[in-house]
């Protein structure tokens, strides 16, 4: 039996999420986490996807992102979690599924909320006792969103604040 095909509406904004295969961590060097980041990069002009938040944990990823095009969001996850798997399964020696099903995601109302998720991604770390700081951690956005780090990988969020009841 075929699954469902995604549903995604254009220019919205989505909580992507995914975790390694039994909770297995998918980052286990610094190099592991620079081509992650790096592949998001090449991603999002090859895609054309906004990217507001993002952070990498041991085991598990969260992006926060938006597409005009709702068609190219799951063809930016496929293009990412494919080319990570290839890279990670020959640089261990694996073979097999390094995520665990499908990336999840769901739906992010421009405003208030957008930046409360960003800042729920970016609280993974403390909120995991990795670090007591989100500042501490190097493969979250936080640094480049909240303290102007130079990493370049962000787009500016642009907040709609207009209210109707």
């Not at 190219?72 to 995520?99: C, E, P, Q």
């Not at 979250?140 to 303290?147: A, D, F, I, V």
Request: glycine share 4%; proline share 4%.
């Amino acid at each position: 039996m075929t699954r469902p095909s995604r549903f995604f509406i254009d220019n919205y904004c989505y909580h992507l999420r995914s975790r390694g295969n039994d909770k297995q961590n998918i980052f286990l060097s610094d190099e592991d986490h620079l081509r992650y980041l790096n592949m998001i990069k090449r991603a999002k002009g090859k895609c054309d996807i906004r990217l507001y938040a993002y952070c990498l944990m041991p085991n598990h990823f969260h992006l926060l992102v938006q597409a005009d095009n709702s068609k190219k969001m799951s063809k930016f996850m496929h293009w990412i979690n494919r080319g990570y798997t290839a890279y990670f399964n020959a640089k261990y020696d694996k073979v097999g599924h390094l995520w665990q099903g499908r990336f999840k995601s769901s739906p992010i109302m421009n405003g208030q909320y957008l930046v409360n998720v960003a800042t729920y991604i970016e609280n993974n770390p403390v909120r995991s006792l990795l670090v007591n700081d989100p500042a501490e951690y190097r493969w979250s956005s936080y640094g480049e969103r909240c303290l102007l780090a130079k990493k370049r990988m962000l787009d500016p969020i642009e907040l709609d604040l207009t209210y109707t009841p």
